[in-house]
Every structure is written in C-alpha cells, then in structure tokens.
C-alpha cells in the first residue's frame, strides 16, 4: 500500500530530513513510526500525502507513483488517505458536524449521504451528541477525535497519524490508539508517528524507527 | 448534472450569505464598483441625450433659399411647393421680400436708412427644414446642392459649421467614454481583485485544510467568484440607481429649459439595453477581478 524506496527530502537550506528511506507497508497493515525530535516523522509523512516532494528516490502509494501525479490529480489523491494532525487542523468557524463533513463536501458527494456518514463517523469516536458544538468548545481529546472522524468519514484505504496522542492522558490516549486498532481491524492501511512508548508496547504492533532521518530499526512486516 | 447545479446554487447562496455576514465592507466595494461604472454610463446617456437635442433641434439644419428677383410672389409659392414634395424636406416657409424687409427692419435698426431706398432690395426667400432623419452634415449637404440646382433659386445657405462641430465634439466625446470606461472598468478588475486577495487571505488556513482533505482549486475558487460576481452585479446596479437619480433630478430643470426654448426635447434614462450592459459588464468584471486574484493566490497557498 505504501511503498518507499531510496527516498531523501532536503529542505530548502539544505538540511536532509529523511535520508534513503526504504520501507514497504502492505495492505491492512497497521504500523508505528517512531524516533526522537526531529528524526524526520513528519516529514515521512508529509512526503506520502505529497504535502512535500521527494528530492530523490520513489515513493508508490495506493498504487500511484506519486512522482508521476501532477498538480491536478493531487486533491483525488488525497481523498483516499485520511491524515490526522497533531494540531488538529479544524475550522473553527464551524461546527463539528461541519468539519467532519469537508471532505464528502469537496467530494460532491449528495447531501443526504453527508449527514448519514456524517453522524457514523462521529459515533464511531463518541462524539454524536457534540455534531452541533463549536471546536473552541471542546477539550484537547474530542477535538482530536473530530480531526479523527474528518479523517477516516469517507473511508480511505489508507489512514496517517501525526502524534495522535501527544497532549492526551492515559486513559484518552489509549481509547484513540484503540480507535486506530479497530479501524485498522476493518481493513484500513495505518501508520501512525509517536513518541508514546507505552502505545507502542501496548498495541504490539510493527515498528519502523527514524534516527537522525535514516530508518535504523524496522521490525519487520510481523507483529513483535 | 442536476447536482452539478445543486451545488453550484448552494454555493451561490453560501457566498450570498458571506456578503451578508460583513455588510459594512461588501456595501463599500459595492459602492466603489457603483460609482467607477456610474460614471461613463451616466456621460453615455448624457451624450445620447445631447444627439437627441441636436436632432430635434428646431432649425440645426435650416437652409435658406435666396430666390432670383424677380420670382414672384406666386412662383415662390409654387417653388415651395415643389420642394415640400422632396422626401428629404420636413417644412417649407416663405418669406416675402416685404417680411423680410420687415424683419430685417425690426433686427437691424436701419430703418431710416431704408426708408431712403426707393425699392425693397430684398429677395424672397424660402427656408427649408430637412426631416429628422435626413439633419446630418451628409444628408444635408445632398439636399443642399439639389436645392442649388434649382432654376429659380440664386443663393442656397445652410450654416453647417455648428452641425459638424457639435457631430465632431459628440464622437470625440463618444471615443472619450469608450477610453473612460475602459480606464474604469480595468479600476472594477482591480478594485474586485484586491477585494477578493484579502478574502483569500483571510482564508488561508481554510485552504489549507480543504486541499488537505482534497479539495480542488475549482472547488475552492468557486465561492470567491461567486462572490466577485455578486458584488459586480450590485456595483452594476448601484450604477444604474445613481444614473437614474441623478437623471431624475435633472428632469424637472431640463424640461422647463427646453419648454422655453419651445422645444420637444424631455431627458430620458437608461433603456433596457443599456441597463443590461451595465449590469452584464458589472457581473463580468467582478467575476474577472475575483478570478484573477484567486488564481494567483491559490497556488501560493499550499498545506505545510
Ligand atoms: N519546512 C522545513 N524546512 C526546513 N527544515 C525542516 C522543515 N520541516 C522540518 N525540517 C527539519 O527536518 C527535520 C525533521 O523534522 P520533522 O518535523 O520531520 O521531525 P519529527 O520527527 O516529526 O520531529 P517531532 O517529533 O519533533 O515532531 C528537523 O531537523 C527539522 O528541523
Ligand atoms: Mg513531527
């Protein structure tokens, strides 16, 4: 599903944040992505969602070689991968059902159908009873619950997470991991960056580790 | 197709709605548009108003017949007669060589000095008003040779100096709205424009988030043009209510002035065609300045 091979991003300036990165993610797999501050995570991931551009190497995701998309194909392209932000990424002008809505919204898909996938979606992550509720008007934890509702509403076969739970409690940041889990259980490709050993540990699933943008540690495609 | 035009009407009303959120700042740029196509549609109208004066003007293109002494009085009438057949001639009149003796009499103050001639030295003469569509330079000019063939005639006259000034001075003004218009239409592209890059901007983190969801730049672009769009429509009519105002302020003067003058002349507006070229041309170049302006910050706005 996801498919590195030798692939480096240098900034502009010159620093390489992800070095000769290779690593394959099969179909329903569901892996973590680890390393310390600056190790290039994000960067892996942004370079999946073409949010930036390999410098060399290729990358293939969801059967597309993303070097060979254009401008254009890109938004259909990212209709099939949900990301999920450390820092949410809601409009705050909106309601949470508003949010969750976007992208069937930029999709055309018919009204009806929005409000229908809508409210699963945000039963899947507890918060139906918040849909009319304003972000600012929610705690750290059901707001990133509503990015994660936005991310997986119109089922993409690939799911990213960027620190899902990095100012999350205990008991919040397992019930999201488990969220992970169990989409994860129905089929969908998941990746997600953290630091939380603990979920790592918790969850028993395979581990990719960055060091100083170079992969050092990769357990392999079974479950440790 | 139908949800095509679904969604093309939601986002109609959504933009519609966006106005409505911040009416002091629509209302200004609507007014701004207002004024800038206010302005060369109001010296259009003017302009075609002063066509009509000078066509309707009663004697703009009066030619005088100085007859051959010794015509008569009937031979005159029957010139006249003659001429009022000519499909060109509106209306013929005579004036004898006594009335005009008298006239020129009552004009002058000479008439002592008349009273020492032993005979009239005027002739008669005939003075011929062209029909309303023939009063131009050209047309007039036609009719003034053919008049000058006549046999009975000495002298044929027609002051076309002041027609070809007033025809020259109305096209050049004509070529002078053109320009204006232009000038101040390019001022709406712009004005819309920079209305429409501080939206954008305003809305940079929204963009983001749709692009990174998979929002295309024809669905993002489509709210900003719309909204271009409206705000052209209303500057368009904007325009035509002050043009409309302002004409109908002028009515009441205008046509006390031309009663005293005897003439036909009443102002009018705006006619149907002209009101949909204003409004065509303010939903336009609100949609171009918006379009422009959305193009070339859309690209720059991209998800980090
Ligand atoms: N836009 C950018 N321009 C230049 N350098 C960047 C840019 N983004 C990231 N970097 C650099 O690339 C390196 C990797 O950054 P990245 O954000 O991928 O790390 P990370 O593993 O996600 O760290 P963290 O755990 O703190 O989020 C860092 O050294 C960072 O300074
Ligand atoms: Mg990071």
Redesign the pocket.
Known sequence: MISFSNVTKR???G?E?VKNINFDLAREEMAFLT?H???????LLKLITLIERPTRGQAIVNNKNLARLTRRQIPYFRRDVGIVFQDYKLLYDRTAFDNVALPLVVAGVPHREIARRVRAALDKVGLLHKERAYPITLSGGEQQRIGIARAVVNKPPVLLAD?PTGNLDEALSDEIMDLFHAFNQVGVTVLI?T?DQRQVRRLQKRVLE?RQGEMVYDSGTKDI | MKTYLLRHLQVFFYSLGQLARTPFASLMTIAVIGIALALPSGLYVLIDNIQGVSAGWDGSGKISLFLKQGTGDKGAQRLAKKIRGMATVAAVDYMSPDQALAEFRRLSGFGDALDALSENPLPAVLIVRPTANADNPTNLEQLLNELRQLDQVDLAQLDLAWVKRLYALLQLARRGIWILALLLGLAVVLIMGNTIRLAVLNRRDEIEVIKLVGGTNAFIRRPFLYTGLLQGLAGGLAAWGLVSTVLALLTQPINELASLYASRFSVHALDARATAVLLGAGAVLGWLGSRIAVSRHLHDIEP?
Not at chain 1, 37 to 43: C, M, R, W
């Open positions: 900034y502009p300036g620093h944040a390393g501050s600056g190790a290039g995570k994000s960067t620190e960056a630091h960055l | 980090k």
